[in-house]
């Protein structure tokens, strides 16, 4: 089936309150999601920062990445092992991310206390600093961040 055609169906059936599961592919949310993670995902109304959202992004497809910011009715997220802040309309937006099957069993799906804001720290002085990404690896807040959120134990 058409990638396309495949992704417009699976958001009729979000829409129509079924829930459906989609395979990670990737390490941009780790350690919350790995590449081959299977996920739950189902429709909301309304979505709140913190929320894992699956949207289409440009060229790239379809993301599953965590929403950090609101604002004039945009949703702005980012993968919480990546660097870039996507701007993503409301209608892009495809469900969220409730859960990951590991072991046969699904896992809820929470936001650690303080991640979306301390995300959105680390993506701004990415900018301070031109992009340059050694200097951010080197910095505290990057530090900080890494020890706080990028460690598996945190995603357990």
């Known amino acids: 089936m058409n990638p396309s055609l495949f992704m417009k169906y699976t958001k009729i ?54 929403l950090l910011e609101i604002r004039d009715g945009h949703f702005f997220c980012k993968g919480d092992n990546s660097y870039r802040l996507e701007e993503v309309a409301e209608a892009d937006v495809y469900g969220v991310a409730i ?15 303080g991640l979306p804001q301390s995300s959105l720290a680390v993506h701004h002085h990415l900018k301070e600093l031109g ?7 080197q910095s505290e807040l990057y530090q900080t961040y890494k020890k706080r959120y990028l460690t598996e134990e945190e995603s357990e």
């Open 99 to 113: 859960a990951v099957v590991r072991d046969g069993k699904e896992v809820p799906l929470m936001c650690p206390e």
């Open 131 to 137: 992009l340059d990404l050694d200097a951010l690896h």
């Open 13 to 66: 059936r979000l829409q129509s309150g079924q829930t459906v599961v989609v395979t990670v592919g990737g390490e941009s949310m780790a350690p919350v999601l790995h590449n081959g993670d299977r996920v739950v995902v189902t429709w909301r109304d309304n979505y709140a920062v913190g929320d894992i959202l699956m949207y289409d992004y440009k060229e790239e497809g379809t993301l599953l990445h965590r």
